[in-house]
């Protein structure tokens, strides 16, 4: 631009003026600055003035409380919250890398329109008008058949917004992926003591039998689970006995580790069961007052599974299955942890309820250092409450006895078969394309215009799953948020919990709040009224409402101040039972299902072999896919402190098996999805060996969490040029850091070769039942 | 902006058409294209009026159909200053690293910084905006110069001096740490004539305004 002259500048200014009456966005401030609320604090460094505010972290379903600590509007740090009754001041990593997650460069902070075919990653911006106008449009339209409008979320009971959505648009579809982890084991406690979960109280507990579980890396209450089970070891002494497949962090602070075969650790706890009742180790009174079952039917029907069939089938000494059984009998209290390494197999349901047969028959039922009920409020919706639509096929699928958490891995396949039909598909901060299972097939349904004719994706990053979106809402993350939560107690004392924004939204991103409200109002035809909230304080106010002793504590002020709530007065009330009975059809623990012999399966807890296991080949093995502490299922993808840690998924290998099939470590390998466990679009995956002892002979284990195809820069490991201009935005240290790209790559994700295989009970993913053969690349 | 020197009148005149040229930068750099800027861009007055300053723009902006010049307009703002993926951060935190920061970053320090000005001038940051973002630091000089000339034309001297040296210090601690970075990133990558010409508007006019070169001294023609 050449020197302006004094006329040559004015004729620019009026030009300019003519061009648009720009209306100035700034307003007056209308009252002095609000500062957020908190104690004083300042940087140590800096000096800078630092306030903090309690919240709720959602990086894993564990609900941990945490402290954000702001400095200048920037959230510069994420504790926890001494105050929460679960985790106790303490924070995991996946909860510390919460900044990484608000300040993701690769973020979305405004609504994007797809402009070429789906997938192909081209996008415009758009005003939130026009992304709002077109969605309440199609839906709008779409309405003529409430039922075609498919709500996927994370985990319907931590969406009640979501559900509410669904509901009062007059669909029933709210479906959740957390199903395919933790259906069969809710399953299985509801169908036996009639309560979805346990919480075994680790903290209190002299013997803990670990199976297929991990607390100290992964657990659905992680660090509040960890804390309490190193508490157990330290403070109490507890002896902690593992059955797993794999040398986890939980087996490093246990006293003993066996490897079991996968998917037989019923056999070994059925066997336990049998020495228990065959040596008179057993409970009597318990079983007699509290289960539909008598010892002499119970020993009759367990004497079929000898130690020493445990011993040939699962590879578990006969000898140290009877040392155990009479160590759990005679220690109390005593309890058992389960987790996937159990339950993730089409025999999921009859292993939980295997495992969870210890504690009934020795009587650690809902005591002290025993396996306890799960303790939660129950929050209301808030009137007018939407009427419940009915079920579909996609709440209740055929192929499954007892859905819980719905079948979520195959309701995309559902749409695809045309079992009922989708107009508009609603993907509400859900990655189905990385965490369930079969993602070709997945991704096939997603392109096809002519099955998912719309839709809209509400996330603030641009995963896997958005990228197949016609519209994508930026949706604000859970630092710029509201919400109550509730979980169950670790202290068997029930707890109501708030997520408020710790900073403003970053940029144009909206809660799901303001989201679904506009939707609902601009979709009307009855929907808005279920959203006509003055204030997202209204909402809030009446999810609590029913929350006996927290209005007189303060209501949501009180929340907002400490971020958690319980009844000062209450004490664990052990052996809740004893006052009502279970909340089962019999009033007792059903031993024996009767819901599950009018079903046609087997009503005692047994062991089911998985057909996929009969014979194993030469060159093949069971794959295993482990969680780590690290990552939570397409969710932390693109979090940089966590993926500097992990980013990276070897196949672990056995030596001996590794010289078996000639395989040394560091080869390039390939596993090729065995015919025996079903059909899937991809069939193999490439990866590197890593030969440890720490795995089982019949077992290769890789980790979930890496292996993404899109998120972002930083899950694809993508190098950053500190000087090319279009990174300037990843001139943040951190960012520069992405190093692994180019050692030894950011992973394989195993699950796109798992075929949707349920468990027909639970219709929890049957992750175990995979054999793949492995070959030299 | 100073305007020392000049008559009132003049001062008044000069302080009103530095609002227009903020004011239409806040514009382009802090929201989508719509056909209606578009066709206010083509008009004559405006093409004239930049030509003289060496500024002009290629056929990709002038012989294509208005509708479809704001669709390819709008992707190029979302390639741009969107993403998703690379793009270019258009935030002063980005661009300048803070005393206490070890390097740039998104919502910095320098963004605290700016919104505390804000909040001197009166001005509540609006919903949805980063303080620190392109468009609206520009909107906040508009906003200034606005009020200096209201100021001006009350007779009120005082009031419009005060906010001569705001925008002074505002351009000292913050247009001038990286406008003429960001801008040169645009002019780089831009695909569009439209934007490259803009950023080397915004650079030229910020660094004219703010080192006081528009002092009421302006030459009436320059040769």
């Known amino acids: 631009m050449r020197t302006i002259s004094r006329r040559d500048f004015l004729r620019l200014g009026a030009a300019s003026t003519a061009v648009l009456a720009v209306e100035s966005q700034f307003r007056p401030l209308a009252r002095a600055a609000e500062l957020l609320e908190g104690g004083r604090s300042v940087n140590r460094t800096s000096g800078l003035p630092r306030s903090f505010l309690p919240s709720t972290c959602t990086q894993c379903p564990a609900g941990c409380g945490i402290i954000g600590y702001v400095e200048e509007s920037r959230l510069v740090k994420i504790g926890g919250n001494t105050k929460h009754i679960s985790n106790a001041g303490t924070l995991c990593a996946r909860g510390q890398a919460g900044i990484n997650a608000l300040y993701d460069p690769d973020r979305l902070l405004k609504p994007l329109k797809r402009t070429g075919a789906r997938g192909q990653d081209s996008w415009v911006e758009i005003e939130w008008e026009e992304a709002l106008a077109e969605v309440a449009q199609r839906m709008a339209a779409a309405r003529s058949n409430p039922q075609s409008l498919l709500f996927l979320t994370e985990d319907v009971e931590r969406d009640p917004l979501g559900r509410r959505f669904t509901h009062a648009y007059g669909s029933p579809n709210a479906i959740g992926s957390a199903g395919i982890h933790d259906a069969n084991k809710k399953v299985a406690t509801s169908l036996t003591w009639g309560a979805a979960g346990d919480i075994p109280d680790v903290a209190r507990c002299k013997y803990v039998l670990v199976f297929g579980a991990n607390p100290l890396e992964n657990n659905p209450n992680f660090v509040g689970m960890a804390r309490r089970f190193v508490d157990g070891i330290q403070q109490n002494q507890s002896k902690v006995v593992v059955f797993d497949v794999r040398l986890s962090h939980t087996t490093t602070f246990s006293h003993e580790l066996h490897y079991v075969a996968p998917g037989k650790m019923a056999l070994v706890a059925l066997a336990m069961a049998n020495v228990i009742m065959q040596d008179g180790l057993y409970d009597r009174d318990f079983i007699e007052r509290w289960t539909n079952v008598s010892p002499e039917q119970l020993a009759q029907h367990l004497a079929q599974y000898s130690p020493e069939r445990a011993e040939a089938e699962a590879g578990v000494s006969a000898l140290d299955i009877r040392r155990l059984a009479a160590e759990f009998a005679s220690t109390k209290p005593a309890t058992t942890i389960t987790d996937s390494v159990l339950s993730g197999f089409s025999n999921g349901v009859q292993n939980e309820r295997a495992v969870m047969l210890l504690s009934i028959i020795t009587g650690n039922i809902d005591n002290r250092g025993g396996l306890c009920m799960p303790r939660q409020y129950g929050l209301d919706e808030p009137a007018p409450a939407p009427p419940q639509p009915g079920v579909s096929v996609f709440t209740n699928p055929e192929n499954v006895a007892f859905p819980s958490q719905q079948a979520v891995a195959q309701v995309l396949r559902q749409a695809k078969d045309r079992q009922a039909e989708v107009r508009v598909l609603m993907t509400h901060s859900v990655n189905p394309l990385y965490s369930s299972p079969d993602e070709g097939l997945n991704e096939d349904v997603l392109r096809d215009e002519n099955v ?318 995979m054999v793949v053969s492995v070959a030299k690349d | 902006m100073t305007f020392s020197g000049a008559a009132s009148n003049s001062r008044i005149e000069l302080a009103r058409a530095a609002q227009g040229i903020y004011s239409l930068l806040a514009r382009i750099f802090g929201s989508l294209p719509t056909v209606r800027l578009v066709r206010s861009m083509r008009e004559e007055q405006m093409l004239d009026s930049l030509a003289a300053l060496g500024i002009s723009f290629e056929a990709d902006f002038l012989s294509v159909d208005e509708e479809r010049l704001a669709r390819e307009l709008s992707r190029e703002y979302t390639r741009l200053f969107t993403g998703p993926g690379t793009h270019i951060a258009a935030y002063e935190s980005v661009y300048v690293r803070g005393e206490g920061e070890t390097s740039p970053r998104l919502w910095g320090q320098a963004t605290g910084e700016v919104a505390e000005f804000y909040r001197e001038l009166g001005l509540e940051v609006p919903e949805g905006k980063t303080p620190d973002h392109l468009g609206l630091e520009l909107e906040a000089m508009a906003v200034m110069t606005q009020a200096q000339a209201d100021r001006l034309a009350a007779g009120d001297d005082a009031g419009a001096g005060r906010l001569a040296a705001m925008q002074e210090r505002f351009c000292r601690e913050h247009l001038l740490r990286w406008i003429p970075a960001v801008c040169r990133d645009v002019e780089q990558e831009s695909d569009s004539s439209f934007y490259r010409s803009m950023a080397s508007l915004a650079a030229g006019f910020v660094e004219m305004s703010c080192t006081g070169v528009i002092s009421g001294n302006l030459p009436e023609e320059v040769a």
Request: proline share 6%; hydrophobic share 35%.
């Open chain 1, 452 to 769: 998912i004719p719309f839709h809209v994706a509400i996330t603030p990053y641009l995963n896997e799953t958005a990228a197949f979106a016609d519209i994508i809402m930026p949706e604000t993350t859970y630092m710029e948020d509201w919400e109550i939560e509730v979980r169950p107690s670790l202290e068997q004392v029930p707890f109501v919990a708030l997520r408020q924004p710790v900073v403003p939204p970053l940029e144009s991103a909206r809660s799901f709040f303001e989201i679904a409200r506009d939707l609902a109002s601009r979709i009307g035809g009855g929907m808005e009224q279920f959203f006509a909230f003055n204030s997202v304080s209204d909402y809030l106010k009446a999810r609590i409402s029913s929350v006996g002793g927290l209005a007189n504590a303060g209501g949501l002020d009180y929340l907002k101040q400490h971020g958690i709530w319980f009844d000062p007065k209450s004490r664990p009330n052990y052996g809740s039972y004893e006052a009502g009975g279970f909340s089962t059809p019999s009033g007792r623990i059903e031993v024996f299902s009767p819901r599950l012999a009018e079903r046609g399966f087997a009503p005692l807890p047994s062991y089911e072999t998985v057909q996929a296991f009969r014979e194993l080949g030469e060159r093949e093995l069971v794959l295993t896919i482990y969680e780590t502490a690290l990552h939570t299922d397409g969710k932390t993808g693109n979090c940089m402190w966590l993926n500097e840690i992990q980013h990276d998924n070897p196949a672990l290998i056995n030596p001996e098996t590794a010289a078996r099939l000639g395989i040394e470590d560091g080869d390039k390998i390939k596993l090729i999805r065995s015919s025996k466990s079903g059909e899937a679009k991809e069939r193999s995956i490439e990866t590197e060996a890593f030969l440890t002892e720490g795995v089982h002979p019949d077992v290769i284990a890789m980790a979930n969490g890496v292996g993404h195809t899109g998120f972002g820069r930083i899950a694809q490991g993508e190098k950053f040029k500190k000087d090319e201009v279009r990174h300037r935005e990843l001139r943040d240290a951190n960012f520069q850091l992405v190093w692994w790209g180019d050692h030894g790559g950011t992973g394989v994700n195993a699950k796109r070769i798992v075929p949707i295989e349920m468990d027909p009970i639970g219709g929890g993913q049957a992750w175990g039942d």
